[in-house]
C-alpha cells in the first residue's frame, strides 16, 4: 500500500465481526448462568458438569446439519447455537435428577443408572420429538423472511437431535467418573479432619 493509506474492514463485514463478538459473549454468559441455575438445583459442583456435556455434543448435530443443508454460520445460526444452550440441557437434567432420586431411595449407582435410562427415554424421546417437528416448518424456510430464519431453526433441530442420541450413552459414563472423583475428594477430606483435631488437642495439652 503507498505511504497514508490504510485498508478498512466496513459494511456487512465490520458488523458481522462486531455482531459475532457480541454472540459469543452472550454465548459464555448463557452457559455460565445455566451453570449457576444448575449447581444451586442440585447442591453441587460435579454433577452440573455431566449435564453442561450435553451442549459441545450438540455443536457436532448443529455443524452437520448446517453442512448438509448447504447453509453457512450466520447470526442466525448463532442464534440458534445459544438457544440450545438451555434447550439441550433438559433431557440430561430429566436422566441425571432421576439417578439422583434412585440413589437416595438406596439403590446403587450402576443399577440406578441401568434403571433410570430406559424409564426416562420415552419422556425425552417425546420432548425432542415435539421440539424438532415445531421447528421443522421454519427450518425449510417457508414464507417471506422464512429463509433468513431457517438456519437458526436448522442449528436446533440438528444439535437436539445429535445430543439426545448421545445423551443416554455419554452422560451416564460421565456421570459415573465425576461421582468417583467426588467420592475420592469426600474420602481425602475425611482424611485430613481428624488430624487437624489431634494437631489441636495437643496444642491444648
Known amino acids: 500500500m503507498p505511504p497514508g493509506y490504510v485498508i478498512e474492514q466496513q459494511g456487512q463485514n465490520q458488523q ?14 448463557a452457559v455460565v448462568l445455566v451453570y449457576i441455575i444448575l449447581a444451586a438445583q442440585f447442591e453441587s459442583l460435579v454433577y452440573p458438569l455431566s449435564i ?7 455443536f ?16 442466525p445460526a448463532f442464534i440458534g447455537i445459544i438457544l440450545l444452550t438451555g434447550i439441550v440441557v433438559r433431557n ?11 440413589r437416595r431411595q438406596g439403590m446403587e449407582r450402576s443399577e440406578a443408572i441401568l434403571t433410570a435410562s430406559p424409564i426416562r427415554l420415552r419422556p425425552i424421546l417425546m420432548t425432542t420429538l415435539c421440539t424438532v417437528l415445531g ?9 417471506e423472511g ?22 443416554l450413552i455419554v452422560i451416564p459414563v460421565v456421570y459415573t467418573i465425576l461421582d468417583d472423583f467426588s467420592g475420592r475428594l ?14 489441636t488437642a495437643s496444642i491444648e495439652k
Open 16 to 29: 458481522l465481526d462486531e455482531t459475532t463478538q457480541g454472540m459469543i459473549l452472550a454465548f459464555g454468559l
Open 135 to 143: 421447528l421443522f416448518p421454519l427450518a425449510l424456510g417457508i414464507g
Open 92 to 102: 440430561a437434567i430429566v436422566l441425571i435428577d432421576f439417578i439422583n432420586i434412585l
Open 186 to 199: 469426600k474420602k481425602l477430606s475425611h482424611i485430613f479432619r481428624p488430624s487437624r483435631k489431634l494437631k
Open 60 to 75: 457436532f448435530g448443529a455443524s452437520f446439519s448446517l453442512w448438509m443443508t448447504g447453509r453457512t454460520l450466520s447470526i
Open 146 to 167: 422464512g429463509e433468513s430464519q431457517s438456519p437458526m431453526a436448522t442449528v436446533v433441530i440438528g444439535g437436539l437431535l445429535f445430543s439426545t442420541m448421545l445423551t
Open 52 to 58: 453442561m456435556l450435553s451442549v459441545p455434543l450438540s
